[in-house]
């Protein structure tokens, strides 16, 4: 039986500001438009099979 998921606590504070700074810098760090390529060729290549 699985157990349950906890709520996602708010962040507040330094601790909100520390996410946000971070998010930030993540959106920064791009990945080369070459890598991009072949990650989504790759993606489109692979059928999604469905289970009944």
């Known amino acids: 039986m699985a157990s349950k998921v906890k709520d996602t606590p708010i962040l507040r504070?330094?601790?909100?500001?520390?996410?946000n700074f971070k998010m930030r810098e993540a959106d920064k760090n791009t990945?080369?438009?070459k890598e991009y390529e072949r990650m989504m060729n790759v993606f489109n290549s692979v059928r999604i099979v469905e289970t009944p």
């Open 13 to 19: 504070g330094k601790d909100a500001e520390r996410f």
């Open 31 to 33: 990945i080369p438009k």
